[in-house]
């Protein structure tokens, strides 16, 4: 399981060494694709495989729904984790998530996002803002 917050740089050769504490979940190879809110999802290969073969028998009839399957199973990268606990962070990807040389790398259960630190800092604050309706939300759920 992977769970909290950690800030990270990328070298210049475009590398993130992922924190310590996440690597052993993550094993030697991983996929990486473009994640919600400007963020980037990092999955181990066993968890990816499920996700894929999900997303393989969603209805291609709907537009939108295409959309986000071509974007999320298109524009994954199947990255190895190299013996320092790096990765190659694609170009395409890099540019997609704004990610300069800051970020912060952040583990949610099965997967692992990689966010330009900035952006975090503001995603974060106003979600804290917002913890009451968060709550109320999970309870309507019955989550919480």
């Not at 999320?72 to 990268?77: K, S, T």
């Not at 966010?115 to 975090?120: G, I, L, N, S, T």
Request: overall charge neutral.
């Amino acid at each position: 399981m992977f769970i909290g917050e950690y800030s990270h740089t990328i070298d210049t050769k475009n590398r993130l060494a992922f924190p310590s504490r996440l690597r052993g979940e993550l094993g030697s190879r991983a996929v990486l694709t473009r994640g919600l809110d400007k963020c980037l999802f990092v999955y181990p290969l066993i968890v990816w495989e499920k996700i894929a073969k999900s997303m393989g028998s969603f209805p291609i009839g709907d537009p939108e729904t295409r959309s986000f399957v071509r974007l999320f199973l298109a524009g994954a990268a199947d990255v190895e984790v190299d013996g320092q606990g790096r990765i190659l962070l694609p170009e395409y990807l890099r540019r997609y998530a704004e990610l300069e040389r800051n970020v912060t790398v952040t583990g949610l259960y099965d997967r692992v996002e990689i966010w330009d630190e900035k952006r975090w800092n503001t995603y974060r604050e106003d979600a804290e803002k917002n913890t009451d309706g968060i709550a109320k939300k999970l309870g309507e759920l019955g989550l919480y």
